[in-house]
């Protein structure tokens, strides 16, 4: 006589929530021929009570200090072009690429790659700078 192989599960007593939400599930009825309805066993749910988080915290909060000391990259950017990988190539001295953006158009200010504002080219000294004629409100995505 042959003896009932048996399967051992290597996961069993590692996730406890996991086998008790599938210990409710009842067995899968064996196939026969009948068609015969076979009641399944009654399932019982239990009910889960959650904290209730309040917003509030008791840490500290984080002084806006701190972030004044954070570099961040800023640019300047007159326009943009889409260009392909052979015009790079035959780029030479003196070559015009022409650019997204019509003459008098306010530039952009952008930090760590986003729009931030708008503004004009002025001189200081020996220096470009811009002037910031318009903030941009929502961040662009």
Same mark, same amino acid.
């Given at each position: 006589? &042959?003896?009932?192989? !048996? %399967? ?10 996991? $086998?008790? &939400? %599938?210990?409710?599930? *009842?067995? *899968? &009825? *064996?196939? !026969?021929?009948?068609?015969?309805? !076979?009641? $399944?066993?009654? =399932? ?5 009570? %959650?904290? @209730?988080?309040?917003? /509030? !915290?008791?840490?500290?909060?984080? +002084?806006?200090? @701190? %972030? ?13 072009? #889409?260009?392909?990988?052979? +015009?790079?190539? /035959? ?6 690429? /022409?650019? $997204?953006?019509?003459?008098? +158009?306010?530039?952009?200010?952008? @930090?760590?790659? #986003?729009?931030?504002? =708008?503004? /004009? ?15 941009? &409100?929502?961040?662009?995505?």
């Amino acid at each position: 006589m &042959a003896k009932k192989k !048996t %399967f051992d599960d290597p996961l069993t007593g590692i996730d406890p929530v996991m $086998e008790g &939400a %599938f210990s409710l599930m *009842p067995d *899968p &009825a *064996p196939k !026969t021929k009948s068609r015969q309805h !076979t009641e $399944e066993p009654k =399932q019982s749910v239990i009910d889960v009570e %959650f904290p @209730v988080l309040s917003p /509030e !915290t008791s840490g500290k909060k984080i +002084e806006l200090d @701190v %972030f004044s000391k954070i570099p961040v990259n800023v640019s300047v950017e007159l326009g943009r072009a #889409q260009v392909s990988l052979k +015009e790079v190539f /035959e780029l030479t001295e003196g070559s015009i690429i /022409e650019l $997204e953006r019509l003459v008098g +158009e306010p530039l952009d200010l952008v @930090v760590n790659g #986003q729009i931030v504002a =708008q503004g /004009e080219v002025v001189a200081i000294d020996n220096n470009y700078g811009l002037r910031v004629t318009h903030v941009i &409100a929502q961040p662009q995505s």
